[in-house]
């Protein structure tokens, strides 16, 4: 696919950018409908422009676990008990094939929805497929972080390597020809920082890895998506929340359609319909679903290592504790929070760190810039209008990646990753 969008390129279809030789792709000969990135973001992609997959009963799949036991100075809460194991999910062909390692993006489990398109599409094209959760996933967090504080990316991805090396050892019968890598969002940032620390480890010597939608400068996504909590919408009051402004548009809508669809395309559908959320609200939907990724980690990050952030060190948890009074504590902090009153006072007490633009190059991409523009097995994938970009982040990858780096047009935030045109190009990125 790639090929031939570089060689349409030549002939008026799509622009090919000589400066910097990256691939974008025009609006016009792309075809995707969704314009509004905030849309394209929770919506995704019409169901009819998604390629065909595979049944969950076609596929030969398993959940299994994993116990790392990370070294700290406190043991568990007796409400961890459900994650002191890391769960992933591998699916295996029946002959031998590579296998690709999926890692998912910010507070999200291995079995994300768009792990588990992307397990679908892999698998369907003959691949073992191996999904992992984010290092910033309660799960991960629990039972593989060595410092249960996720943000140091290159932390993150030793934890990660670790992952992987012991879902190796848990399946040796597994006949693997060569190992590829991807992530989207927060885990194509992972991906990256792994694929570094395998050129020195050489578990695995990942042929080729690509990057989906990956933040730039990681501070920069995370303002921008902590901003858009403060979004102000109209109808939202002392006595009406968000929550329930939205609640009210769903119920109206399943009540004009007759019966409730809870599929995958309820959210497409939805905003085709009188009842769609406004610009506002789409915003504010996405960073209050950010907010609470933050809250997940800062409250799980607190309470494993006994700050008193947000939960009183001595307090006792157990199984039957309430733990919405932490919750709501938690939800007041947000990244920039966590990151100030958690993560760089770990990172100077460890490393001798220094400022918080020291922390900022360290976690981002821009770490690695010789290594990403020397490397020929790492490609990017991204869309102009993500709004997880800030200024300067397409220009960096521009320069970095040169002609590895494909620009869609139109997708938001990862919303076109499952559109059939996106689809065939990452199969075509690991065909070669």
Known sequence: MLRS?????????LILSASALAVDIDAASYGYPLTNPFEATIATTPPDLRPELPLDDDINQEDRSITLRPERAFELPDNFWAVKKLTYRI????????????????????DSSLN??????????????????????FD????????????????????????????????????????????????????????????????????????LNPPVNLYTSITNLDKLVQTEVKGINN??????????????YFQQKGYVDLNDALLYDFQQSKQHLTNEQMAMLIGTSFRFSAADIAFTSDLINRRGLITPPKYPITEGTSLTPFLKRALQCDFDCYITEQVIPMWRARTDGGSLLQLIDQVSLYALKDYLQASPKISVMHNADDVILGPGDLGFLRKTFGDRLTVYPLGGHCGNLNYRVNSDAMLEFFRG
């Open 239 to 252: 006595s009406t929340t968000f929550y329930e402004l939205v609640l009210e548009k769903l119920t109206r």
């Open 140 to 211: 991960f967090i629990t039972s593989a972080s060595r410092f249960a504080t996720p943000g140091i990316t290159k932390e993150d991805a030793e934890d990660m390597y670790r992952v992987m090396q012991a879902v190796r050892a848990q399946n040796p019968k597994v006949p693997v020809t060569e190992y590829y890598l991807t992530g989207y969002s927060l885990g194509a940032l992972d991906a990256a920082f792994v694929a570094h620390l395998d050129e020195t480890r050489r578990s695995f010597n990942f042929k080729k890895v690509l990057l």
């Open 91 to 110: 699916a295996t062909q029946d002959k031998a094939a590579p296998l690709i390692f999926l890692i998912a993006g910010t507070g999200a489990r291995y």
């Open 116 to 137: 588990e398109y992307l397990k679908k599409l892999y698998y369907k094209a003959g691949y073992h497929v191996v999904q992992l959760s984010s290092p910033t996933s």
């Open 5 to 13: 969008l570089r060689f349409a390129a030549l002939f008026g279809g």
